[in-house]
């Protein structure tokens, strides 16, 4: 059997749910590692990729790999921003606060990019993390994730609304599935209406985010404010601004050690502070140039394996 019709084979079975215990067609790898295909989604660490789409070199741009470019290096967590297009309220772009300072184009055309990686890459899960900066009606979302041809049924669909914490498939078992993509939308999402855009917060508690401090030192709870970590995975906001004229705008020349894996200030020693704190690794660290430091080490390690 080739590998193209395994993945559609499993697909299939996973779809009549003959796979979601054991890995019938025997999954290699998930991500990468053999490991993963055993581990709760809920129990994986992902280095993630803050403002993915914002590409380039300028302030208002956060990295300097393209989409497409990050995922092949490894990332497997996107967070991106939304906003309405001037002109147009219907159309979702990816913009950096407003769409006059960067406008990153339309939030079909990454989703499509996303949609096109999986395709190729049928052993990897990818999780997306949206923000919904202007409330647009979650309705909006939908209509721009179904017309993206075939996106949808890579989505994959919580059995109970908030799935709890323990109740996460293993990478394992997406994959058998077929189900590779997870979504959350940070504020606006209504599982009633779009089954598959998730409540980020409902999942989740992040630490603060827009850090100046290169120590990296606060792991508390920013968001949702007063909430609890039990029973939540949870997102550390791993990049860091310096401020220019009183704007924050990415420190790119300190990215070597923001995401160094080990070290004052990186992504292990924010990990570890907020380890002691919660007792469970963080789920999510966001990076701003992902391409720049360990990422991927420091991933691998605070998954426990070399
Ligand atoms: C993304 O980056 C890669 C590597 O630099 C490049 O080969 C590719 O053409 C880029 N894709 C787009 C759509 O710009
Ligand atoms: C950590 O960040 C929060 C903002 O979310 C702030 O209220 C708190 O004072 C900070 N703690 C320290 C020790 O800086
Ligand atoms: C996964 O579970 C192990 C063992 O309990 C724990 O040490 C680790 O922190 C967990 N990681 C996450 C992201 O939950």
């Known amino acids: 059997?080739?590998?193209?019709?395994?993945?559609?084979?499993?697909?299939?079975?996973?779809?009549?749910?003959?796979?979601?215990?054991?890995?019938?067609?025997g999954q290699d790898t998930c991500n990468g590692r053999s490991e993963y295909c055993t581990r709760s989604y809920s129990n994986i660490t992902f280095v993630g990729s803050h403002d993915s789409a914002f590409v380039g070199?300028?302030?208002t741009q956060n990295q300097n790999l393209n989409v497409t470019a990050q995922l092949d290096l490894g990332i497997r967590y996107l967070q991106a921003q939304t906003h309405k297009s001037i002109g147009d309220d219907s159309v979702l772009e990816l913009c950096h606060t407003s769409c006059l300072l960067e406008d990153a184009g339309p939030l079909s055309d990454f989703l499509g990019t996303v949609k096109s990686w999986l395709d190729g890459n049928p052993d990897e899960v990818v999780t997306l993390l949206l923000t919904n900066g202007d409330s647009?009606?979650?309705?909006?979302?939908?209509?721009?994730?179904?017309?993206?041809?075939?996106?949808?049924?890579?989505?994959?669909?919580?059995?109970?609304?908030?799935?709890?914490?323990?109740?996460?498939?293993?990478?394992?078992?997406?994959?058998?599935?077929?189900?590779?993509?997870?979504?959350?939308?940070?504020y606006g999402a209504n599982t009633d209406t779009v089954n598959y855009i998730n409540d980020e917060f409902s999942y989740y508690f992040e630490t603060p985010y827009d850090v100046t401090d290169s120590s990296f030192s606060n792991c508390s709870i920013d968001r949702p404010p007063g909430a609890s970590a039990e029973g939540r995975m949870y997102i550390v906001n791993h990049f860091l601004d310096v401020d220019i004229l009183g704007v924050d705008v990415p420190d790119r020349d300190a990215a070597g050690t923001t995401n160094a894996a080990t070290g004052d200030g990186s992504i292990g020693a924010q990990a570890d502070e907020c380890e002691a704190l919660y007792k469970v690794n963080p789920n999510v660290l966001l990076l701003d140039f992902v391409d720049q430091g360990d990422p991927l080490g420091a991933q691998t390690s605070l998954n426990g394996l070399s």
């Open 57 to 59: 070199d300028l302030p």
């Open 136 to 186: 647009v009606d979650i309705s909006v979302f939908g209509d721009t994730f179904s017309g993206v041809d075939g996106l949808v049924n890579y989505i994959y669909v919580p059995s109970s609304q908030p799935l709890a914490i323990g109740d996460w498939p293993t990478l394992g078992d997406l994959i058998s599935a077929g189900t590779r993509l997870i979504v959350f939308l940070d």
């Open 1 to 25: 059997m080739t590998f193209a019709n395994q993945g559609w084979t499993r697909a299939l079975l996973g779809a009549l749910g003959f796979l979601s215990a054991t890995n019938v067609l």
